[in-house]
């Protein structure tokens, strides 16, 4: 299994890793919440191990803002806070399992195997969230910086695809097909108009662009 260790304190992330490397395990590490979360997703990993405590960004934060996003990976929390609120927290932030410091490396091991054997979670997240844009894909609702935006049904479409693809060029014909769902003709400037009109809603009252183009290929949400 491919399997990124999230976790600050030295002696444990490398007590951790090198214990799941003997094991036939490959393990990539990360000491910092902030670097984890962009490893985690932009990385494919087969598992998450994430301790709660960490500086700058916390392992809760870091598991809810993951699958806020969409990523699905199985993600295991290792903390020294074991109370059952902080648990029950914990599993309903995200994480798929929740083992408490201090512990054994044979039950640790066997519980990321477990991991391993569940499929991941196909349903789709109800929020979005890139940057500062979030998006509830329940309440149709879209936000910038806390500001409520008001969307057209397209545009929404529009910006909910963007945002399931974050850091990823959306082409021309990608959106047409996933957005419309249906051919078009190629020459239509359908998809120019409709993100002129979003770009001129989630921009409002900000200085940065929320939507890239990126010149020849399409078009990749930055959020801020």
Known sequence: MRILI???????????????????????????????LFQATDGAFDAIVVDRMMP?????????????????????????????????????????DYLVKPFAFSELAAR?????????AQAEPNRLAVGDIALN???????????????????????A??????????????LLERVWDFDFDPKTNIVETHLSRLRAKLNAGFDTDAIETVRGAGYMIRGG
């Open 6 to 36: 999230i976790e600050d304190d030295a002696e444990t992330r490398r007590f951790v890793a090198k214990g799941l490397s003997e094991i036939g395990h490959h393990v990539t590490t990360s000491e910092d919440g902030r670097d984890g």
């Open 56 to 96: 700058g960004l916390d392992g809760l934060a870091l598991v809810r803002m993951l699958r806020a996003g969409g990523t699905t990976t199985p993600i295991l929390m290792l903390t020294a806070i074991g109370g059952i609120a902080d648990r029950v927290e914990g599993l309903e932030g995200g994480a798929d």
């Open 112 to 120: 990321v195997q477990a991991l391993g054997r569940r499929p991941a």
């Open 137 to 159: 894909l329940d309440r149709r609702t879209v936000e910038r910086g806390g500001r409520r935006i008001a969307l057209q049904p397209r545009e929404f479409a529009l910006l």
């Open 161 to 174: 695809e963007l945002m399931r693809n974050p850091r990823r060029v959306m082409t021309r014909t990608m």
